[in-house]
Each structure stands twice: as C-alpha cells, then as structure tokens.
C-alpha cells in the first residue's frame, strides 16, 4: 500500500482560537464589573441592563460556553485530525459548527441583559436557544464520528476517548435539564417543581463541570502535554483507570451542592459518597500529567507554556482535592452560600481551564503559522501576572468565605445571636471584594498582553490553512493481529465506545434521579401550601428576571443559627408549585424563604427604589424602573395554562378571569401603599413583585420570633 496524501484543515482551528482569545477578553471583563458592582452597585450606571442580577449570568456563560468552549473545538479540531491521521469529515459542517455556535453566544449577549432566563444556573438559555445548542451539538458530533470512521489510525488514542464521553454525556446532561414548557418566545416554565428540578439542576450543574469544563480538557492535556515535553504520556494503564472512573463516578456527585436540603438524605448521601471517591480518578490525571514531565524539569525552568501546563494541572489538583472535602456535611455547613464556593470554583476556572488554554494557544498558532511566538518576555508576563492573579483572587474569597459563615453561625453567651442583620457580614467583606477585582483585573492583563502578543505572531508568520500531510490507509480488518487486551479491542471501536461511555453515565443518573422523580412520597405535600396568585406569579418571574437569585437564597437549613435569623426551616412540600426552584447557591444578601409579612408594603417599595433607605450601606442596586414600566398582563393566560399544565391545581377556566383577581389583588397593593403616602400606580412592576415577596413563606407559619 501507498501513503495516502491528504490536508489538515487548520482555519477552523485558527478561527476557533480567535473566537477564544476575544470571547475570553469580553467575558473576563464582564466579571470584572459584576465583581466591581459587589463593593460599588453604581458600577451598572443606573441601568436595568447591567445589574448585577443580569449580567453575572452573562459572565458565567461567557468565561464557560463561549471562552472554554471555543477553546475546546479549537483544541478537538485540531489534535483530533492528527490523531486520526484524517481531514475533519467535512468542511461544511465545522463552518457551521463554527459559525452556529458564535451566535449561539451573541444570542446569550442579547437575552440574559435583557431579563430572559430560566434562572438555572449555567443553563439559564431559554428553550429557542436550547434547540439552537443541540442542534450545533449534534453538528460537532456528526463531523467528530465522521472524521472517527474515516480515519487512518486504526487506535483511538486515549484523548479521543475523553472527546467521546464529553460529546454524548453533555447531549444527556442538556436534553435533560432542558425539559421545559414554552410560555412564549422566550419565556418557559421548568418541567420539574421545586425539589425535582433542584436534583436535576445540580445533576446538571456538577456534571456541566465535569463534562465540559474537565473531560475535555483532560483530553486535551493527553494530546497536547506529551507533544509540548517531547514525552510519551507517563502510564497508559493509569490513563485507563483515570477515565473509566471518572465518568463514572462523577456522574453522581451533583447532590453535593444540595446538603441540608429538603432533598431526600439518601440521594444526599450518595452525593457525598461518591464525591469522597472522586478524588482517586482525579489525582490519577493530575499524576498522569505532571509524571510525563519527569526528568524535564529543567526544560519546565526554561518554557513558560510548560509552566501554563503545571500550575494548570496543579491547580486541577488543588479544585478536585477541595470538591470532596466541600461534600462533608460538617465543612459545607460552613462553605455553602458563601465566597469560599466562589475562590474554590476560580481555583478551577482560572487555574486549570484558563492555564491550560493559553498553553495550548501559545503553542498552536506559532505551528499553525509557521513562525516563532513573537515575544516569550511577554508570554513570561502574562504567566506571573496570571498566576498572581489567582492568588490575588481567590485568598481574599477563601477569607471573605470564612468571615462571613463564622460571623452568621456565632451567638453571644447569652444565646443571642451576635451579628442578627445580615448586613453586618456583607460590610465586613467589602475589602477582600476590593482585593478580589484588583485579582481580577491583573488576570484580565494578562489576556491583553497574550491577545498583542498572538496577534503580533499570527501577522509576522502566514496561516497554512491547508496543512499537506500523509499517512497509510487502514488496513483490512482481516488483516489486523488480534489483541489480548479487551480495553485494546475496545479502542478500535468508536460505535462501541460510545455505547460503553453511554451506560457509565447513565447509571448513576437513573439511581439518582428517577425515584426523585417518579416516587411522590419522596415529595409530601403539605396541605396549606397553595399556587400562586396571578399578580404573584408574574411578581415571581419579575424576581427571576432581575435575577434576584443570584444573591438571595430561598432555603433555610436546619441549623440553629439560620432558623434564628430567618425562621422554620424549610420543608420539601413548600415548593411543589415552584417552577423553577429559587434556592440559590449564594447569599449575598439575607434568605428570603420566609420574607412574607415581616416587613410593610412601604418597607418593600423603598427598599427597591433604594435599598440604602432602608438597609444604610446596601450593595443591593436601585431598582427604581420597576415604579415607572408597567406589568406586562398579557401574559397572565398563557402563564396560567402553562402551569395548570405541568399540574399546578388551577380551576379550569381560571385563566378567563385570572387578570381580574390580579387587578384586584393591585389595587390592595396599592391602597394600602397611599395610606403611607406613596402614590404609585397599580399596574406597575413594583406592585407585582411586592406582592410575590410578601407570599414567601407565609404558607407555612414562620418563627414569629425571627430576626432579619
């Protein structure tokens, strides 16, 4: 047999490295300002647009779906061809992988500061751009498969293994999570209520972790580690284990971020259980990757994109050491809801998703190319600035963290509890926010200094976008020597691959999930719990529009020191109306499970024009556009069936005259404002979302007793 003569296609992966380094630029800057607005609200110029609420959604799926992700195709593009030793499959469909999926992003840009969101953390795309996302997901996978069955490497190195399992876990992860019921264009109620649809977003949420921010990369770092040291990967055994238990195991550590929940114990359990195990398959891919650079440290000395390479995987290690210690009961009780999650997650981002990318960037456009990197003193820069960065970053929220648990949990020797206004927590961390955006800042620099510097490489070489390569042909089946190893069967066998990769993942979901989900005992009703007025559920998806969620949590824990300060803790039956559920997952202001009652309509109306009026050194912003725009009650229909439909016990009929029982419930609102001399009209925003906070908790009868 003759070589076969073929071309790499190296333009897509120019271009996915473009949408990286800009994408990473907007979105880390974006976190800049929600981190700003943390210490300093007025950093959103007094704009509905660029609150807080609104734009920290946009900074997650920026720095994650749009930096990470652009990153991951470029990294898949191009080591999957060498690996293969083919052309991707076809040339349209990456053009539309591409393409597709930058406007994905671009609709992300549009919706979310506009209000549009399900609210689910890392998924709060509502369902058009769902549909969108698995559509270019099917593309990605259609042009991987294809390049698979053509290749000329009958083996599947072990990256393309990762690649496999990230592809069709995150097609499950997604289609699950994005059972939703469509209201209209761009709005939707979740599927699931309340404790189901918590269970199913942090299954979600922890494995979108795992699967898009982790499997990839640790792909990558297979094929891209070994070609940067000149080595051979350190243990092909090890590499074996690392990624059959992980994925396995991983799948069922979501419940972790659930503890002290109304989550059933059991799947509490299970969470912790195996998030303990999780630190074995994750370490062996640490030590996978820092062993192959044994006996070159002196080469790490002297390449800053090795350097990238170690803090990354160290930093890898650092996160999936921490992730189980946070899933013991006793150490979450402290970390849940507080910054430590926030210098935890960073470590992660930061240090191993952030270092890896630039290593890989600073490698492959100089190769690309054709030419040398235009300045090592610059990518030197960028190293130590980054890595100062993340110290800059993440010590300050690891202190603001504990600071901020002690003071809530501490009493005074007479029982009392020292610190009963939130407030005072919030204040007391304010210098380690200040710290933590001067960290921030320094990181984004050294994007900057990386974007000059790449730039300046790409127009001093010339884009081989047509990269002349040959290879043999694959030889007949009959032809190939039978292996004795079954995982070496297994390798030549894509279809089977994916099917093997498949039933790991699924085992752990369905044990997980489905008695949470089909099982109504796990969920007892409670019998005083009632749905929610017209006017209160449109005051609901105001809340979930401003995304109100992103600082106040809806779940008190069953520790002294939360019912104290906020009143009985919470109980599984309170949010079977709830679609979706509004636990949160941090609390930088105070919970607001049982808000209803505790203070006047006046309180709420003020608090919300200016929140310094009544809390004096507030980060809250001013919502005060809620006075002037009025509530949108054509929805009131739709919003009614769409609920009675996913079982909320509406009469039939109800969504007739749904409207007149909310202007009624308007005018209360507002009478009952006039008689405390604020005069505001009754068919304005305000009034709906005060009448939604003043439901919260009012089903269940609070401590009466409870301070703020």
């Keep these: 047999m003759q070589p076969e003569k073929f071309y790499y296609d190296n333009k897509i992966v120019r271009n996915f490295g473009i949408a990286t380094v800009i994408w990473g630029i907007i979105g880390m800057t974006v976190g800049l300002?929600?981190?700003?607005?943390?210490?300093?609200?007025?950093?959103?110029?007094?704009?509905?647009?660029?609150?807080?609420?609104?734009?920290?959604?946009l900074h997650t799926n920026a720095v994650i779906f749009a930096f990470v992700g652009n990153a991951i195709f470029m990294g898949v593009y191009y080591s999957l061809q060498r690996l293969l030793k083919a052309r991707m499959f076809s040339d349209v469909l990456s053009q539309i992988h591409f393409w597709g999926w930058q406007l994905i992003i671009l609709s992300a840009v549009i919706t979310l500061p506009l209000g549009l969101t399900t609210s689910h953390e890392y998924a709060e795309l509502e369902w058009p751009i769902d549909i969108a996302i698995t559509i270019i997901w099917v593309v990605f996978g259609w042009n991987m498969f294809g390049t698979i069955f053509k290749r000329r490497e009958r083996h599947l190195y072990v990256a393309i293994w990762f690649y496999i399992a990230t592809f069709v876990t995150i097609a499950v992860l997604h289609i699950v999570n994005s059972f939703e019921l469509p209201v209209s264009a761009f709005k939707s109620y979740m599927v699931y209520a309340g404790v189901q649809d918590a269970l199913?977003?942090?299954?979600?949420?922890?494995?979108?972790v795992a699967f898009f921010l982790t499997t990839p990369y640790l792909g990558m770092m297979y094929y891209f580690l070994p070609k940067m040291a000149n080595r051979p990967i350190y243990s092909y055994k090890l590499s074996i284990l690392h990624f059959w238990a992980l994925i396995f195991i991983y799948i069922w550590a979501g419940p972790h971020h659930l503890l002290y929940t109304t989550l059933p114990g059991w799947a509490?359990?299970?969470?912790?259980?195996?998030?303990?195990?999780?630190?074995?398959?994750?370490?062996?891919?640490?030590?996978?990757?820092?062993?192959?650079?044994?006996?070159?440290?002196?080469k790490v000395r002297d390449d800053v994109i090795l350097k990238f390479m170690v803090v990354g995987l160290t930093a890898y290690g650092m996160a999936t050491f921490e992730g189980p210690m946070l899933s013991l009961k006793q150490v979450n009780g402290i970390a849940h809801f507080s910054d430590w999650i926030i210098a935890h997650v960073h470590v992660g981002a930061l240090g191993w998703n952030?270092?890896?990318?630039?290593?890989?960037?600073?490698?492959?456009?100089?190769?690309?190319?054709?030419?040398?990197?235009?300045?090592?003193?610059?990518a030197s820069f960028h190293f130590w600035i980054g890595t100062l960065g993340i110290l800059f970053y993440a010590i300050p929220m690891y202190w603001a963290g504990f600071t901020q648990s002690l003071m809530l949990k501490e009493f005074t020797a007479e029982g009392m509890l020292k610190y009963p206004n939130f407030l005072?927590?919030?204040?007391?961390?304010?210098?380690?926010?200040?710290?933590?955006?001067?960290?921030?800042?320094?990181?984004?620099?050294?994007?900057?200094?990386m974007a000059y510097n790449l730039t300046r490489t790409a127009l001093q070489g010339k884009l081989v976008a047509d990269e002349a390569a040959q290879a043999m042909p694959l030889e007949p089946v009959h032809m190939i020597a039978r292996e004795n190893s079954w995982h070496r069967r297994l390798e030549r066998k894509p279809i089977q691959m994916l099917i093997a990769a498949l039933?790991?993942?699924?085992v752990g979901t369905f044990i997980e999930l489905m008695p949470t989900l089909t099982v109504s005992s796990n969920i007892p009703t409670i019998a005083a719990v009632k749905p929610y007025t017209p006017l209160e559920l449109q005051g609901r998806d105001l809340y979930i529009r401003e995304g109100c969620v992103g600082c106040h949590s809806q779940t008190i824990r069953p520790f002294r020191s939360e019912t104290e300060r906020y009143g009985e803790y919470s109980k599984a039956g309170e949010f079977v109306y709830d679609h979706p559920f509004l636990w949160g997952s941090k609390r930088t202001g105070p919970d607001l499970a049982r808000e209803g009652q505790k203070y006047g309509n006046a309180w709420h109306y003020n608090h919300l024009m200016d929140p310094r009026l009544m809390s004096p050194g507030s980060i809250m912003p001013n919502y005060d556009w809620l006075i002037t725009q009025n509530l949108d009650t054509t929805s009131t229909r739709a919003k009614i069936n769409a609920m009675r439909k996913l079982g909320v016990p509406y009469p039939a009929g109800y969504e007739n005259i749904a409207n007149q029982d909310l202007e009624k419930q308007e005018k209360e609102i507002r009478d009952n404002l006039y008689a405390d001399h604020i005069k505001v009209k009754s068919n304005k925003e305000i009034i709906a979302l005060i009448a939604y906070l003043q439901r919260l908790g009012t089903d269940i009868k609070a401590n009466k007793t409870a301070n703020k």
């Design 424 to 449: 005072e927590s919030t204040l007391q961390i304010l210098p380690m926010h200040m710290m933590r955006s001067a960290g921030g800042a320094m990181y984004l620099l050294g994007v900057i200094v």
């Design 268 to 298: 509490q359990s299970l969470g912790v259980a195996f998030s303990i195990m999780l630190i074995a398959p994750s370490w062996g891919g640490m030590i996978n990757g820092l062993l192959t650079l044994r006996g070159s440290w002196d």
């Design 503 to 506: 039933l790991v993942i699924l």
């Design 33 to 57: 300002i929600v981190a700003i607005q943390l210490y300093h609200p007025a950093a959103n110029m007094g704009n509905q647009y660029t609150t807080y609420g609104r734009i920290r959604p």
């Design 200 to 208: 199913v977003q942090w299954w979600y949420g922890h494995n979108a």
């Design 354 to 378: 952030g270092f890896l990318t630039f290593a890989i960037l600073y490698w492959l456009i100089p190769r690309i190319y054709k030419t040398e990197l235009f300045s090592k003193k610059m």
